[in-house]
């Protein structure tokens, strides 16, 4: 408990990895039910494989690379969310109808995430229940996921968990267009 704004946390404590979990926001987000808790766990797992195996933190000089960074360590933590659930489509932040709004509007979420790459402008508000885009939170895990789903065909976990980040982001374009 007290994580304050986060449900789960990958983390070291004393020098071993650990995956903490803000119970008060799990309440808060009704992430409370077995399943949901399990891919929360997943998730979080995702971010300590990234750590234990590739690059996950890579220095970052500027706004494009802070949010390529995320976008691109929060995708490989999905992904991982959805191979250990065996459940391509699981999202822990499904709630209501926010997966299938995701799904619709795929391509533009792509194409504004990109843009402000592209223009060095904060992507803030794709990430956090506290921040919405088009009135829905979360989605910048959602456009992460799906386009580490799509790195798959090119390139082995390995490969992808070690991917630098002028690399991410140029498949980020190519992806996008």
């Given at each position: 408990m007290g994580l304050c704004n986060g449900?789960?946390?990958?983390?070291?404590?004393?020098?071993?990895?650990?995956?903490?979990?803000?119970?008060?926001?799990?309440?808060?987000?009704?992430?409370?039910d077995a399943e949901t808790i399990a891919?929360?766990?997943?998730?979080?797992?995702?971010?300590?494989?990234?750590?234990?195996?590739?690059?996950?933190?890579?220095?970052?000089?500027?706004?494009?690379?802070?949010?390529?960074?995320?976008?691109?360590?929060?995708?490989?933590?999905?992904?991982?969310?959805?191979?250990?659930s065996n459940d391509f489509t699981k999202y822990h932040q499904n709630k209501g109808n926010w997966l299938?709004?995701?799904?619709?509007?795929?391509?533009?979420?792509?194409?504004?995430?990109?843009r402000r790459l592209q223009e060095n402008e904060s992507a803030q508000d794709f990430f956090g229940d506290w921040c919405t885009y088009q009135g829905f939170s979360n989605v910048g895990y959602f456009i992460g996921c799906e386009f580490i789903k799509h790195l798959t065909s090119k390139h082995s976990l390995n490969e992808l968990a070690n991917l630098d980040i002028c690399t991410i982001y140029d498949e980020f374009i190519k992806y996008s267009a």
């Open positions: 449900a789960g946390w990958a983390t070291t404590l004393d020098e071993e990895p650990a995956i903490l979990l803000g119970v008060e926001k799990m309440i808060e987000l009704d992430w409370c891919s929360l766990i997943y998730h979080e797992l995702g971010h300590i494989w990234h750590t234990s195996v590739g690059k996950i933190n890579q220095k970052t000089t500027s706004t494009r690379e802070k949010y390529i960074l995320q976008l691109y360590q929060e995708g490989i933590a999905g992904y991982f969310e959805q191979l250990l299938s709004w995701c799904y619709e509007n795929k391509r533009d979420l792509n194409i504004e995430y990109l």
